[in-house]
């Protein structure tokens, strides 16, 4: 099922933004680290990358995170059912893309580790192999950024609740590309106010 890398089109940046941070109790979108909310540092992170665009997918908190993120050069698509789970930030994505586009690169919006070399050698990927998934490698693991190729876009938009895109990875398991994450553990999120504070002291030193 893999795309044809001779029929490039562009690659949408996706960052799920919507959620409402249940286990943090607050909108972990918002916290602070560098002085910048961490969804602008995954933006910026997405923007210096070869994506031809950046959508940023908000729900919970929607005005707060177009705020944080000030003039920057994305697009942002609302999901009105975000409480329903994150495969409708999915869908919503996808539905706010063009009927041109190539793939989406999926990233997550408490990774502000994130860096653009690791979003371009996915991008990179998908343009020479044609990969219908191409995920991040680190370690023995592999994890965001996820990329997605257009042939998959209707099966995704088939999955419903919180599950994500994790089924529609197994089931392609065999066709997944991976490349290299530049560490031997994927970039830390933050669901716990622990984990901010492990984040603000890595950063610190």
């Given at each position: 099922m893999a795309g044809d890398p001779n029929q490039a089109g562009p690659i949408a940046g996706v960052i799920l933004s919507a959620g409402m941070s249940t286990?943090?109790?607050?909108?972990?979108?918002?916290?602070?680290v560098g002085g910048k909310a961490l969804v602008a540092h995954v933006a910026d992170a997405a923007l210096e990358s070869d994506l031809d665009e950046v959508i940023v997918v908000t729900g919970y908190r929607a005005g707060a995170i177009q705020a944080a993120l000030g003039n920057r050069q994305?697009?942002?698509?609302?999901?009105?059912?975000?409480?329903e789970g994150q495969s409708t930030s999915l869908i919503a994505a996808l539905n706010a893309t063009t009927a041109l586009t190539d793939a989406v690169v999926v990233l997550l919006s408490d990774q502000p580790t994130i860096e653009?070399?690791?979003?371009?050698r996915i991008v990179a990927k998908r343009r020479t192999s044609g990969a219908p998934i191409v995920m991040a490698s680190y370690g023995d693991t592999t994890s965001h950024p996820i990329l997605f190729g257009s042939e998959l876009f209707d099966e995704i938009r088939a999955i419903r609740g919180d599950?994500?895109?994790r089924d529609v990875i197994r089931r392609h398991g065999h066709e997944v590309a991976t490349v290299?994450?530049?560490a031997v553990e994927p970039?830390?999120?933050?669901?716990?106010?622990?984990a901010y504070r492990s984040l603000l002291a890595s950063w610190r030193s």
């Open positions: 286990r943090l109790g607050r909108p972990k979108q918002l916290l602070e994305v697009r942002h698509c609302l999901n009105r059912r975000f409480e653009a070399k690791i979003i371009d599950h994500g895109a290299n994450g530049g970039p830390p999120d933050v669901d716990t106010e622990e």
